[in-house]
């Protein structure tokens, strides 16, 4: 992603001046930008789903779900919006086995 402290900047700025906490608007950015190679990668994907094999697809949707939701998280609950709910009901709070 060409834009990407650029984007930073802009989020950590537009927070600063909504809550005037310039040190948790700089966290919401950084949350919100860490995972830029993950959204070229998808996008890339969404773009041609038929040129990738399948092990690819299966890389790609592994390690953003492994990088991803945690900033997400992260940002949400220091923005303000609340913590990660179970909303569909399935297990996302409870440890795998």
């Known amino acids: ?3 990407t402290a650029r984007l930073k ?3 950590a700025r537009a927070f600063t001046k909504s809550m005037e906490r ?11 930008t860490d995972w830029d190679h ?3 990668d998808l996008l890339r994907l969404y ?3 038929d040129g990738f094999t399948d092990d690819e697809i299966v890389n790609i949707v592994i390690q ?3 990088h991803v ?6 940002a949400k ?12 009901d399935v297990g996302v709070l409870a440890e795998d086995d």
């Not at 310039?22 to 919100?32: G, L, Q």
């Not at 939701?69 to 992260?74: G, I, M, R």
């Not at 609950?77 to 569909?88: R, S, Y």
């Open 9 to 11: 900047e802009r989020i």
């Open 38 to 40: 993950n959204v070229d």
């Open 77 to 88: 609950k220091l923005a303000g919006v609340g913590p990660i709910e179970d909303i569909f």
């Open 1 to 3: 992603m060409k834009n």
């Open 47 to 49: 773009d041609n789903p």
């Open 64 to 66: 953003f779900l492994a």
């Open 22 to 32: 310039a040190d948790v608007s700089r966290d919401i950015a950084f949350h919100m």
């Open 69 to 74: 939701p945690n900033h997400v998280a992260a």
